[in-house]
């Protein structure tokens, strides 16, 4: 669902390379400190005189730093100026938290006015949440709560001891919402229904293609009129998957076909839909056998597979919820990912074709009221 | 600057990083109810997590305040946590694809349990009576 986004890459290589610098530049301090010179004795004192909730608060607002810092060259206009002095900023703070007493509160601001316009710019579209932009605003997460337990306030009054126990746990929320609004507002070309990423295509399809994704669809057809009764499948190796009262369809999936690549005499799975007279057969299902590993699109856009991402799964049957985009999921269900899945309808499936990542939903409505 | 204990310090660290986990579960308990509407099943995981969310804000409330309560219930999570997270790791899910489930999956339970093993040496030997928040 959120993948690394390739001009955020260099900011992964950017926070590594911070943290072996700031270990490589400590140890430097030290033998030189232990050699008698001024600077870097006092250096090493103020670090070593640091409680370690600073220094880490420290650590995590430079890398940070280091990554707005690398992100620049990928981002233009006001986006770029703002990474510059958001860079700059955390950098700053990195320091002036072994040798001020003022950063705190300071830092707690910038910490939060980041992290704020972080989720104004998802949410107007201006930045696409990946993998980097997240990471990043998780370590900012830390370092503000580790700054608030470092800032004691002199009065410790109710709104304040609110605020304390709510503040994280409120930026959370606001966060997670931020970026499902953003990713809502501004969907992705290559993303459709319930988390499926679309395979990369052509705009397109040649008079090649569409032929070849004719043939796909009449071989299919042919292939499955042995599977009208759901009995017939079982016997030759199809096993019906968990039933869901929010799933209309029914996949019955054959094991001994997962290594088959697209290969209509022997699909992964065969999909019903529950209807009021019994199951019906509506399509089967072409599964690759690993996640990320495209299968080959004979139609082009026409035969375009996807695999769902940043689903949660439950054990309670065929239930899904969304992931959130820390990856967390409720507890008892896990974050999934399915190796990439080509559906091929053998009933007229509407305006969403023979191909479409899921069944029509007026054709959906229409099966479910059929006796 | 406000001057800690050592052993302290690794308390309030590890107790931070707990609050991070429980506001992460709170919000995946939160963005799981409306599936509950449809899914009988998720309704229930909701709930669950919404009140495992709610005992790790109060863990780490007591990790604070020097519990050996908290710190027990504490390193039992983690350690299944991270059971969980490298069963899952071995199937072919996808589940640890990228920087942001091993800081979450991974690195921070990883941390609170060094943070709490460091810190363990230090441990009040009773649960008396809170220092204020």
Redesign the interface.
Known sequence: MYDIAADHAPALSAAIVLVVFLWVFLRVMRLLAASGAALPTRVTAAFDRAPALTKLAAVLMLLSGAIHLALVRGHDGITGILFIIDGVGFIGLGIAAFITSWWRRLAMLWLTATIAAYIVWVIAGWETPDQVGIACKLIELVALGLVMRLNHPTRRTWPRRIWRATALPLISIVMTFGIWVGGLAHPDALHAHAGAVLQPVNAVATPEQGAAAARLLADTKVSLTRYGDPAVAIAAGYEPGPVSDADPLLHFQNPANAHAILDPNRPQALVYARTPSGLRLVGAMYQMPKVGQWGPDPGGPLTQWHQHEGICFSPFGFEFSFETPFWTCSVGSTSGTTAPMLHVWIIDNGKSGPFAAELDKAVQRELARRS | ????P?AN??F??A???V??Q???????????L??GL?????R???V??LL?AAAM?WLARGLRRGRRWAWGWLVTLEVVSLAITAL?SLL????M?????L???LVIPLSVLVLLAAGSGDRPAQPGPAE??
């Open positions: 600057m406000s001057q800690m050592p310090s690794a309030e660290i107790s931070v990083l609050v991070v429980a506001s992460l579960s709170f919000v995946a308990g939160l963005s799981a409306p599936f449809v899914e009988p099943g998720f229930v995981l909701g669950l997590t495992i804000f899952l072919p899910i996808g589940t694809r990228g920087p942001v489930p800081l979450v999956n204020p928040a």
